[in-house]
T-cell receptor, first 113, second 112 residues
Framework: AQSVAQPEDQVNVAEGNPLTVKCTYS??????LFWYVQYPNRGLQFLLK??????LVKGSYGFEAEFNKSQTSFHLKKPSALVSDSALYFC???????????FGTGTLLAVQP | DGGITQSPKYLFRKEGQNVTLSCEQN?????MYWYRQDPGQGLRLIYY???????QKGDIAEGYSVSREKKESFPLTVTSAQKNPTAFYLC???????????FGPGTRLLVL
């Protein structure tokens, strides 16, 4: 079965430090991978995606993600965290002609000042 | 949240009542999706539509119904058959060349 795993329910990081939010996937075929961010009581905002090409993808608000096919991972990273980055982050994968997204359970990022 | 609107922001359902959640987009996207979000479970797909007058069941379609009579609109009805409707409902639409889904602001459904 196709699935996405976010192994950490919560990640805590100090402002100014680098952050990583982990995501691994299990799909057949070539995955299209996405990261979204959600602030409280709001919809999801698109951050970045990997379709093909360079394994390092740059997105909105200084975030980037690295696609690693051998480890089936797509970790989200940022060199220097901001308090305003505190939110719920979702990894998702799209496989197939119907373009349905399979989501991970989300990781709450808490950035302390 | 772009050009996708959802209304109302909060909705209260009484026992045995059907309620309809609105989703409208002005992005000229062909595909639209409805997801349900519960704490700790991520998002789960309820229904999706890739083109007007056509829609497909997602992973948790039981107790829900949809229609797609116009490209801009994809309303979701939560029927009385849905026994646990309390959740945050998110609508999304997708542009085919970019294959990226964009989400509306959501509707929170509560049961009285």
């Amino acid at each position: 079965a196709q699935s996405v795993a976010q192994p950490e329910d919560q990640v805590n990081v100090a402002e100014g430090n680098p952050l990583t939010v982990k995501c691994t996937y299990s799909v057949s075929g070539n995955p299209y991978l996405f990261w979204y961010v959600q602030y409280p009581n709001r919809g999801l905002q698109f951050l970045l995606k990997y379709i093909t090409g360079d394994n390092l993808v740059k997105g909105s608000y200084g975030f980037e993600a690295e696609f690693n096919k051998s480890q089936t991972s797509f970790h989200l990273k940022k060199p220097s965290a901001l308090v305003s980055d505190s939110a719920l982050y979702f990894c998702a994968v799209n496989v197939g002609a119907t373009n349905k997204l399979i989501f991970g359970t989300g990781t709450l990022l808490a950035v302390q000042p | 949240d772009g050009g996708i609107t959802q209304s109302p922001k909060y909705l209260f359902r009484k026992e045995g009542q059907n309620v309809t959640l609105s989703c409208e987009q002005n992005l000229n996207h062909d595909a639209m999706y409805w997801y349900r979000q519960d704490p700790g479970q991520g998002l789960r797909l309820i229904y999706y539509s890739q083109i007007v007058n056509d829609f497909q069941k997602g992973d948790i379609a039981e107790g829900y119904s949809v229609s797609r009579e116009k490209k801009e609109s994809f309303p979701l009805t939560v029927t009385s058959a849905q026994k646990n409707p309390t959740a945050f409902y998110l609508c999304a639409s997708m542009d085919w060349p970019q294959e990226t889904q964009y989400f509306g602001p959501g509707t929170r459904l509560l049961v009285l």
